[in-house]
């Protein structure tokens, strides 16, 4: 049965993990039908959304995301406070499905009472970002969590998405991992507020910092995002908990930095505004792909473009003139 808004927002707002978690399932639907009741819920928890530090964390397959969001995360409950985990699982292009593992490869910190992990399948959305990660960021404030964590697939450069959607961007990189200035490339590494030289333990010790050295060394080559904040380079050990506590305190600084410059709320504000089109633009996306004259005319056209009959710009004019007569 379908609960009202008010009976959503209550349970959100008294930490009720059955309601939160039908709350997140509601305004990560798809369905037409859910997105009047789903827009209502989030105008009445807006309000008490918004006071969490916002910070995403991506980094290659192998990286130790999980392990390192799973010790971190440890820290932050530890002192007291309260830790939502947003990861999101990669969906396959073929079949749909994602393995949605995360509760599993975060197995202590699932058990945590102050903690909440939603695993969500991307759904084969740029950056790895799920298509409602920002609505589930409203929720889980609203809910009272104090830190909300934006776990990300790591699938190439389209993953700064998740930059603009949190308030700090953490970058992880892996010693040895061929190249070590690979990932300074226009898209990742140029919006990242830390980069962390992650498995900085053991054998791989000495190559982390040798990273860490070129890292730092590359940074200097690119322009900082904020003029109040240059970003920097930590190595660290999920699996031992090496610089871990400092890493979390550099966060804290960015966090400082920005709202000593004035610019904490202003970010805040350009997100939601840019958060506003990128949600006209799926929804035109989603009429594109549902409507049925649009899909006919798209299924026609399609078959023109393959044939080399119409060029693909005439074709979009003419899907784009059905849509904004």
Known sequence: MELDVATYVDGVRRGDRAILGRALTLVESD????????????????????????VGITGASGSGKSTLIETLG?????SGARVAVLAVDPTSGLSGGSILG????????????????????SRGAL?????????????????GYEVVLV????????????????????VLMLPNAGDELQGIKRGIVEHADLIAINK????????????????????????????????????????TGLGIDRLWERVGAHRDAL????????LRSDQAV?????????????????????????????????????????????????LLP
């Open 31 to 54: 369905q037409p039908a859910h997105f009047a009741i789903a827009g209502d819920l989030l105008t009445a928890l807006l309000p008490h959304a918004g006071a969490a530090l916002r």
């Open 151 to 170: 776990e990300t697939v790591g699938v190439g450069q389209s993953e700064v998405e998740v930059a603009d959607m949190v308030d700090c961007f953490v």
């Open 200 to 239: 900085a333990d053991g054998a791989l010790e000495a190559a982390a910092m040798h990273a860490k050295q070129q890292y730092s060394m590359a940074l200097t080559f690119l322009a900082p995002r904020e003029p109040c904040w240059k970003p920097e380079v930590h190595a660290v050990s999920a699996r």
């Open 102 to 121: 995360d509760k599993t490869r975060m197995g202590e910190l699932a058990q945590d009472a102050r903690a909440f992990i939603r695993p969500s399948p």
């Open 127 to 143: 950056g790895g970002v799920a298509h409602k990660t920002r609505e589930s960021i409203i929720v889980c404030e609203a809910a």
């Open 74 to 78: 440890l820290r932050l409950t530890g």
């Open 274 to 322: 840019r958060w506003m089109w990128r949600t006209v633009e799926d929804e035109v996306r989603r009429r594109v792909r549902d409507g049925h004259d649009v899909a006919a005319l798209s299924a026609a056209l399609e078959a023109e473009v393959r044939r080399g009959q119409t060029p693909p710009t005439v074709a979009a004019a003419r899907l784009l003139e059905l």
């Open 259 to 266: 709202q000593g410059a004035g610019r904490f709320a202003e």
